[in-house]
Each structure stands twice: as structure tokens, then as C-alpha cells.
């Protein structure tokens, strides 16, 4: 299997003997079970990873398919069997990489990556398809020409070359109506580094890319599955090929890309048919711009887990705004620092004469120190005030919105016990408002079109349920 993917929307396991890098003699028989949307599980039927904590950095497998390593393992249930002293492990990774076992140590040139949901990406207008007619009254005939693969988009930052790739099996069915195609897109990331990096290093550039599919998306996006190479052989593009499918005249042609509430559709609209072009830009520039929007697209898209308290979330989403602000443009203060210095001097000097209490001096000369850094609401504001004003103004007067967000943050952070926690559908409702501008002022960083914020944005999967939330 080296080399080639299989179809990660069906669930599919591999059978074969794995063990930890250091201990090749100590093997156990296991399966992997591999699933879009989830992350792969390894069962073993014997303890693989002893000792505490339960976790490996890699684990090794030979199966029939081939030779394949298991990245960032950690268990998550041991099961007693019948048998005593028979005992088994589900064990969760962060990827699966297949290719020649690879150590932690390992120097990678080369990595080809599967993304959950990344298939909403996809312009539904990419498969649009010629239609040739011919007549012939019963026996009359529809056939659909297809481009099944095109290249989607490619960038280069620092020596890094990304591209993007999708493919397109379609699937013939037969109904009442007559012939159905469905199209089922798929995309592959092929990752090119200009020397050998680091697993490490690997691993981190295909979370950020991951950040940046969840952005463009709507929803979180998770490394499945990823083939590595020690080595960088020439870019091979897969072939272009074109396919017709007969169908009678009352066939249809359906597709499964989900692409109403992303931005495919309106990258493609915006290069009339050349669909590389913004979405290779938009990539040049996350590339350039990673490590600085890291923070604040990992803390907005955790946000997106509904496992996690609303209460939770609108800490992190708040404190994710901040995050963002800083590494912006904005002003970070009120005044020049220089011009500052005067006024901190004077005001530290007022409260040593003001009170004798050690903790409580300290205390107020902290809050001097850091008195000219701009406030949460000035950041809101800053940031709120950039949105695209189609999008801004859908929810009334934004300068009150965010008073409105700043206020039920702070009352439930900064709590006053004699205050009422503010009530459930409003922190539900401030949540999506923070989110709304920080994905925005996000997007917004790494050159999405303000038009295809404000057409699509509101629409995505968070906001929604967020902002259906009304006062």
C-alpha cells in the first residue's frame, strides 16, 4: 500500500503484529481500525504500552499491506479478557504513517496527508458536467462527461511547496427514476520540505495546516492518515482523467462535497473557472503567517467541541480574541510608552504616600505598570469594527454588541457573588459573537475576500446554533 491511498470515508481495519521501537521482540497481534472523523484506534490483544503514563511516541506494525508506524499513541482502555492473564489495549494515535518504519528520531523530506472534512473545500461547480443528448424516443440517452482529479491549489513559503489535490470516483446507481451518479470528492495535501525535518516538526506543520482547513471550513479538520518519505522524488500530479457516463434521460447527477456552507463555491465563482488561484493565495499566506495565528485558531477551533462547557467556551473564545489582537496591527496601548513613563511614575508615587499595606501597594502598582495596555473591549471593538459591515451590521448597532460581549464576559469571569450569572442563551449568544469576529478578523489575516466572509460565514456550521440565540 505504499504510495497510494485507499478510500478514508468508508471505516477500514488492517490486521497484523505490532510492537513498541525499542522492544522489536515483544510483539502482539492487533488491529487498526481507520475512520473519517475519528481518530485511529489500535486494539491489540495482548499489553503493547506498559508502565505510567500508558502513552509511546510511535508504535510499529507489519500487516499484509505493508509497514506502517503509529504516531503519538496514547491508551485509553485496557480490556480483561476471559482467559486470565490475557489482556488487551485500544490505544488512540495522533496519525498512521505508511511507509518504511519510522523512528521519532526519523528526518522526513516528503509527506502526503488525508484531512477529515476537507472535502468541503470542493466547489460543487468543479463537477459540473457537459451534457450530450441523444434522441431517440424510449431509447433516448444522457451522457455526463467528468473530470475526475484536478489540482485545487499549490503554494511555497520558505521552501516548503504544498498542493493540493482532489479526486473524484463516481458511483453509478439505478432507482425508480432512472440512473443516479454520485460524486464523492477526496483530497490529498502532498507536503515537499526543502530538507529533512523532524517528526516533530512534520507533525506540527500538518496541525497547522489543519487549523487552516478547519478556518476555510467551518469544522474541525483532523489529520487521518499520512504516507512519509525519507526522500523527495519528483512531484508526480495524478492524471487528469476524463470519464462519460451513459445515464437514461431522467438521470441525475448528485454530490456529496457539502460545499453550501464553506467557501469551495465562492473561490471558484471569484476565478470564473480557474479554481487555484485564491485558495493558492489564501495558502501562500498561512503558510507565511503561521506561527504567529497559531494560538488563536487553536483556541477558536476547541471552542467548536461540544463536549465543552459554554461556560468554558467563552473564556477560551475571549481569551482567543486577545491572543489574536496582540499579533495584529492594532494599537496595543493608549499612548506611546515613552509618553507613558510620566504618568506611571507620578501614579506609583501617589500610591506609596497612599497606603502602607505591602500586598495592597504591590497590587495597585501592577495595575499601574500595565494601565496603558488597551482594554478586552477596546480590542473587541478594534477588531469588531474591521468586519466586513454587511456581516457587522446584520446584528444591530456593533458598538452595543459589544459592550454586550465584553460586560457578560467579565460577569462571569470576574464575578461578583452578589451579580446573577448572566443567563444560558445569552453566554451561548456572546459566545458566537466572539467567535463570529475572531474567525472573521482570522480570515480576514490570510486574504479570504470580504465578500466570501460575509456571504458565508454566519452560515457555518458554530454560528448557526450560536447566533440563533437572540436577545
Same mark, same amino acid.
Given at each position: 500500500?505504499?504510495?497510494?491511498?485507499?478510500?478514508?470515508?468508508?471505516?477500514?481495519?488492517?490486521?497484523?503484529?505490532?510492537?513498541?521501537?525499542?522492544?522489536?521482540?515483544?510483539?502482539?497481534?492487533?488491529?487498526?481500525?481507520?475512520?473519517?472523523?475519528?481518530?485511529?484506534?489500535?486494539?491489540?490483544?495482548?499489553?503493547?504500552?506498559?508502565?505510567?503514563?500508558?502513552?509511546?511516541?510511535?508504535?510499529?506494525?507489519?500487516?499484509?499491506?505493508?509497514?506502517?508506524?503509529?504516531?503519538?499513541?496514547?491508551?485509553?482502555?485496557?480490556?480483561?479478557?476471559?482467559?486470565?492473564?490475557?489482556?488487551?489495549?485500544?490505544?488512540?494515535?495522533?496519525?498512521?504513517?505508511?511507509?518504511?518504519?519510522?523512528?521519532?528520531?526519523?528526518?522526513?523530506?516528503?509527506?502526503?496527508?488525508?484531512?477529515?472534512?476537507?472535502? /468541503?473545500?470542493?466547489?460543487?461547480?468543479?463537477?459540473?458536467?457537459?451534457?450530450?443528448?441523444?434522441?431517440?424516443?424510449?431509447?433516448?440517452? *444522457?451522457?455526463?462527461? %467528468?473530470?475526475?482529479?484536478?489540482?485545487?491549489?499549490?503554494?511555497?513559503?520558505?521552501?516548503?511547496?504544498?498542493?493540493?489535490?482532489?479526486?473524484?470516483?463516481?458511483?453509478?446507481?439505478?432507482?425508480?427514476?432512472?440512473?443516479?451518479?454520485?460524486?464523492?470528492?477526496?483530497?490529498?495535501?502532498?507536503?515537499?520540505?526543502?530538507?529533512?525535518?523532524?517528526?516533530?516538526?512534520?507533525?506540527?506543520?500538518?496541525?497547522?495546516?489543519?487549523?487552516?482547513?478547519?478556518?476555510?471550513?467551518?469544522?474541525?479538520?483532523?489529520?487521518?492518515?499520512?504516507?512519509?518519505?525519507?526522500?523527495?522524488?519528483?512531484?508526480?500530479?495524478?492524471? &487528469?482523467?476524463?470519464?462519460?457516463?451513459?445515464?437514461? =434521460?431522467?438521470?441525475?447527477?448528485?454530490?456529496?462535497?457539502?460545499?453550501?456552507?464553506?467557501?469551495?463555491?465562492?473561490?471558484?465563482?471569484?476565478?470564473?473557472?480557474?479554481?487555484?488561484?485564491?485558495?493558492?493565495?489564501?495558502?501562500?499566506?498561512?503558510?507565511?503567517?503561521?506561527?504567529?495565528?497559531?494560538?488563536?485558531?487553536? *483556541?477558536?477551533?476547541?471552542?467548536?467541541?461540544?463536549? =465543552?462547557?459554554? +461556560?468554558?467556551?467563552?473564556?477560551?473564545?475571549?481569551?482567543?480574541?486577545?491572543? %489574536?489582537?496582540?499579533?495584529?496591527?492594532?494599537?496595543?496601548? %493608549?499612548?506611546?510608552?515613552?509618553?507613558?513613563?510620566?504618568?506611571?511614575?507620578?501614579?506609583?508615587?501617589?500610591?506609596?504616600?497612599?497606603? /502602607?499595606?505591602?500586598?495592597?501597594?504591590?497590587?495597585?502598582?501592577?495595575?499601574?505598570?500595565?494601565?496603558?495596555?488597551?482594554?478586552?473591549?477596546?480590542?473587541?471593538?478594534?477588531?469588531?469594527?474591521?468586519?466586513?459591515?454587511?456581516?457587522?451590521?446584520?446584528?444591530?448597532?456593533?458598538?452595543?454588541?459589544?459592550?454586550?460581549?465584553?460586560?457578560?464576559?467579565?460577569?462571569?469571569? &470576574?464575578?461578583?457573588?452578589?451579580?446573577?450569572?448572566?443567563? %444560558?442563551? +445569552?453566554?451561548?449568544?456572546?459566545?458566537? &459573537?466572539?467567535?463570529?469576529?475572531?474567525?472573521?478578523?482570522?480570515?480576514?489575516?490570510?486574504?479570504?475576500?470580504?465578500?466570501?466572509?460575509?456571504?458565508?460565514?454566519?452560515?457555518?456550521?458554530?454560528?448557526?446554533?450560536?447566533?440563533?440565540?437572540?436577545?
Amino acid at each position: 500500500m505504499p504510495g497510494q491511498f485507499i478510500d478514508w470515508t468508508e471505516e477500514h481495519s488492517f490486521d497484523g503484529t505490532f510492537y513498541l521501537p525499542g522492544t522489536p521482540e515483544r510483539r502482539t497481534q492487533g488491529r487498526l481500525r481507520l475512520k473519517a472523523g475519528n481518530w485511529p484506534v489500535l486494539d491489540t490483544f495482548d499489553v503493547l504500552i506498559h508502565g505510567g503514563p500508558e502513552k509511546a511516541e510511535s508504535v510499529h506494525g507489519l500487516t499484509r499491506e505493508g509497514e506502517l508506524t503509529l504516531i503519538g499513541c496514547v491508551v485509553v482502555r485496557a480490556d480483561t479478557f476471559a482467559e486470565p492473564g490475557f489482556r488487551g489495549q485500544s490505544i488512540v494515535c495522533d496519525a498512521v504513517l505508511f511507509d518504511d518504519h519510522v523512528s521519532p528520531s526519523a528526518l522526513l523530506r516528503r509527506l502526503v496527508l488525508r484531512f477529515t472534512n476537507l472535502q /468541503r473545500l470542493v466547489p460543487s461547480k468543479l463537477w459540473e458536467s457537459n451534457k450530450t443528448t441523444t434522441p431517440g424516443g424510449s431509447n433516448a440517452r *444522457l451522457t455526463y462527461h %467528468f473530470q475526475t482529479s484536478r489540482h485545487l491549489a499549490s503554494a511555497e513559503h520558505g521552501g516548503t511547496r504544498v498542493d493540493v489535490f482532489v479526486y473524484a470516483p463516481v458511483e453509478q446507481s439505478f432507482g425508480g427514476l432512472g440512473n443516479h451518479l454520485t460524486v464523492k470528492p477526496q483530497v490529498d495535501v502532498i507536503v515537499e520540505f526543502p530538507s529533512q525535518v523532524s517528526l516533530v516538526d512534520a507533525k506540527q506543520f500538518w496541525t497547522d495546516l489543519a487549523l487552516l482547513w478547519s478556518l476555510l471550513t467551518g469544522t474541525r479538520s483532523d489529520v487521518v492518515a499520512a504516507l512519509a518519505s525519507q526522500h523527495a522524488p519528483d512531484l508526480q500530479e495524478p492524471r &487528469h482523467a476524463h470519464h462519460d457516463f451513459e445515464a437514461s =434521460l431522467v438521470g441525475s447527477v448528485r454530490s456529496d462535497a457539502a460545499t453550501r456552507q464553506s467557501f469551495g463555491d465562492f473561490f471558484y465563482d471569484l476565478t470564473a473557472g480557474s479554481y487555484p488561484t485564491d485558495l493558492s493565495n489564501v495558502l501562500a499566506v498561512w503558510l507565511g503567517r503561521r506561527d504567529s495565528l497559531r494560538v488563536a485558531a487553536k *483556541l477558536l477551533v476547541d471552542t467548536w467541541d461540544r463536549d =465543552l462547557s459554554w +461556560e468554558a467556551k467563552l473564556g477560551i473564545v475571549a481569551q482567543a480574541l486577545e491572543a %489574536f489582537h496582540r499579533s495584529s496591527t492594532h494599537p496595543q496601548t %493608549f499612548v506611546p510608552d515613552a509618553d507613558y513613563a510620566q504618568v506611571q511614575s507620578g501614579l506609583v508615587g501617589q500610591v506609596n504616600g497612599l497606603t /502602607r499595606v505591602d500586598g495592597l501597594r504591590t497590587s495597585l502598582k501592577k495595575r499601574v505598570e500595565f494601565g496603558n495596555q488597551v482594554s478586552l473591549r477596546r480590542r473587541t471593538r478594534d477588531l469588531m469594527r474591521g468586519m466586513p459591515p454587511a456581516l457587522r451590521d446584520a446584528f444591530g448597532k456593533w458598538q452595543g454588541v459589544v459592550d454586550e460581549m465584553v460586560d457578560a464576559r467579565n460577569a462571569l469571569i &470576574h464575578r461578583d457573588p452578589t451579580s446573577p450569572v448572566p443567563p %444560558f442563551r +445569552e453566554i451561548v449568544r456572546v459566545t458566537g &459573537h466572539f467567535g463570529l469576529t475572531l474567525h472573521s478578523a482570522l480570515l480576514q489575516a490570510i486574504g479570504v475576500p470580504d465578500a466570501a466572509i460575509a456571504n458565508r460565514l454566519q452560515m457555518q456550521p458554530p454560528y448557526q446554533e450560536w447566533l440563533s440565540y437572540r436577545r
